[in-house]
């Protein structure tokens, strides 16, 4: 199974905007470039999410768009079901009836236990921890980083050590 564009970009600009929760509206032209977001894509993205009640969008000087409810209580199994719509992998999962062989079809049962996994995974991950998550890598990055320079910083002083003797 593979999300669309449309669930990949949409998670990602909900997630920019957990980010600055509490901090006021964010640009859209903000959240298309730190998410590397096609902005007319983003515009047409962004309906949804405000028809559905999950963001909001303020006009003027201090414009932008902000989440309503807090990133603790937005779920990714609301935004993907919003965004992607039906879950399953395959149609017979989410609409038997219109299988009669449904229930002697043992590859259905592994339709139905695939989307059971993904509908776990999505309903237990809200977009508070998507931005732990971010910080976390965020963290790492960080520290990789000091540690690359701290390495670069030995092999000069060797480099330099070097050319003196």
């Known amino acids: 199974m593979k999300l669309s564009?449309?669930?990949?970009?949409?998670?990602?600009a909900l997630l920019e905007l957990s980010l600055h929760w509490g901090k006021g509206p964010v640009l859209l032209k903000d959240i298309a470039q730190r998410q590397e977001i096609p902005l007319q894509y983003l515009e047409h993205l962004i309906r949804p999410l405000i028809q559905a009640g999950i963001?909001?969008?303020?006009?003027?000087?201090?414009g932008g768009i902000s989440l309503i409810k807090p990133p603790k209580d937005v779920r990714l199994s609301e935004v993907i079901?919003?965004?992607?719509?039906?879950i399953g992998p395959v149609a017979c999962v989410d609409n038997p009836e219109l299988y009669p062989r449904s229930n002697l079809c043992v590859t259905h049962d592994i339709w139905?236990?695939?989307?059971?996994?993904?509908?776990?995974?999505?309903?237990?991950?809200?977009?508070e921890d998507l931005v732990e998550r971010q910080k976390q890598k965020w963290n790492l990055?960080?520290?990789?980083?000091?540690?690359?320079?701290?390495a670069n910083g030995r092999d000069m002083k060797k480099k330099n050590s070097n050319k003196n003797k």
């Open 81 to 86: 079901q919003l965004l992607e719509g039906p």
């Open 55 to 62: 963001i909001k969008t303020t006009r003027g000087a201090r």
């Open 141 to 150: 990055k960080q520290l990789k980083d000091r540690q690359k320079q701290y």
């Open 5 to 12: 564009t449309r669930a990949r970009y949409g998670t990602k």
């Open 112 to 127: 139905a236990e695939l989307k059971k996994a993904i509908c776990g995974v999505l309903e237990s991950t809200t977009l």
